[in-house]
């Protein structure tokens, strides 16, 4: 960070820090759009075009046609008319006016940055890295939607997950950032990690909370694109049973079942709760007696007691057949653990290490 004066560095903060709010907004709406069904209702992506919405009623008649022929229509919506399309329209239209708000916030100030040199050339990486995810995060946007378009009326759940997971290294890359210029500024060199760092047992069991909470996260984009929230509103029991029968006989080669049936991305994000819940634990307690830094310990405090909340959300929200309220308080949560996770992994790295 070189060269940035103590306002040009406070820019760069508020700029990544708005990103990150921003994408954690972004995937929240994306959320309750999905929950709503209403990530279909526009059949076509013009990045361009597509800023205007129907101005007529011609041209809204032209719009809910193209969705009378795709399959959601079809199966589920048959018996919609234009109000009930225009209420689903807009949701979807309100996403993606959003995200290419946030394209804009991503591009203009990296452009205006490197062309003041504000930003040298050989420190853009990152920036550089964090537009072109963003732009490949719009065209993989289009391609879940397009998968909904063509046999059935739901979205892969494969591709809805990808899309979540480059959301989350996208979060993490801001959130990192972030932190780099909250705690280097007015330093004109980053400080050396020590190699010794990555043997502690804080970045250990960091890196593994890290690991198991990305891992949870994935789970839970399986489970919203096959609807897996469904199969059982009973807790702790599924079917009256702690270990269902059939978990990995419902779909050929057994392994498939893992990824694709929803009894069984049910039960494993289920009980994959409670592996975060105990590595956070283990965390606490294995550095609670060390030499670590106050803001280390008050994170992985805050981590253990949101694990606690999110568990207790995800419960209620299997209670009551998946409420849009409280499936996407529990969305919200579990982004913010993520960047926890992530301040928690800052810190291990970058504060002496005494075990």
Do not use: C
Not at 196 to 213: E, P
Not at 214 to 235: T, W
Not at 274 to 291: C, D, E, G, M, P
Request: proline content about 4%; hydrophobic content about 55%.
């Amino acid at each position: 960070m070189e060269h940035l004066t103590e306002k040009q560095n406070k820019n760069i903060l508020i700029w990544l820090i708005t990103l990150a709010i921003l994408i954690m907004v972004m995937v929240v709406f994306g959320g309750y759009v999905r929950l709503t069904r209403s990530g279909l209702s526009l059949v076509e992506w013009h990045p361009i075009s597509g800023v205007i919405p129907p101005m007529s009623d011609n041209a809204w008649k032209i719009e809910f046609s193209k969705y009378k022929a795709t399959p959601e229509f079809k199966i589920i919506n048959a018996s919609m008319d234009m109000e009930g399309f225009k209420d689903i329209f807009y949701l979807e239209y309100i996403h993606r006016m959003i995200a290419r708000l946030v394209g804009f916030i991503v591009a203009l100030p990296v452009f205006y940055w490197w062309w003041k040199k504000i930003i040298p050339w050989r420190k853009s990486g990152i920036y550089a890295l964090i537009s072109l995810l963003f732009l490949f995060q719009a065209i993989l946007g289009w391609y879940m939607v397009s998968s909904g378009l063509v046999d059935h009326p739901e979205v892969d759940h494969l591709r809805l997950t990808f899309h979540l997971l480059t959301a989350l290294l996208l979060l993490s890359i801001s959130v990192w950032t972030a932190l780099e210029h909250l705690y280097w500024f007015p330093s004109a060199k980053r400080p050396i990690i020590e190699k010794k760092a990555f043997k502690s047992k804080a970045f250990i069991w960091s890196a593994i909370l890290m690991s198991v909470l990305a891992f949870q996260i994935m789970y839970g984009g399986f489970m919203a694109g096959l609807k897996a929230g469904h199969v059982s509103s009973s807790y702790p029991l599924i079917y009256g049973k702690w270990i269902p029968n059939g978990m990995l006989s419902q779909i050929e080669p057994w392994w498939s079942n893992l990824f694709n049936a929803p009894l069984t991305v049910h039960f494993t994000h289920r009980w994959f709760a409670i592996v975060v819940l105990s590595v956070s634990f283990w965390l606490y307690w294995s550095t609670r007696k060390n030499a670590h830094s106050y803001k280390l310990h008050e994170g992985i405090l805050w981590m253990f007691f949101l694990t606690g909340i999110q568990i207790t959300l995800g419960v209620i929200t299997i209670w009551y057949h998946v409420p849009v309220f409280w499936a996407s308080v529990h969305q919200a949560t579990a982004l913010f653990l993520f960047v926890v996770t992530v301040f928690i992994n800052y810190q291990v790295l970058h504060e002496p290490v005494n075990n």
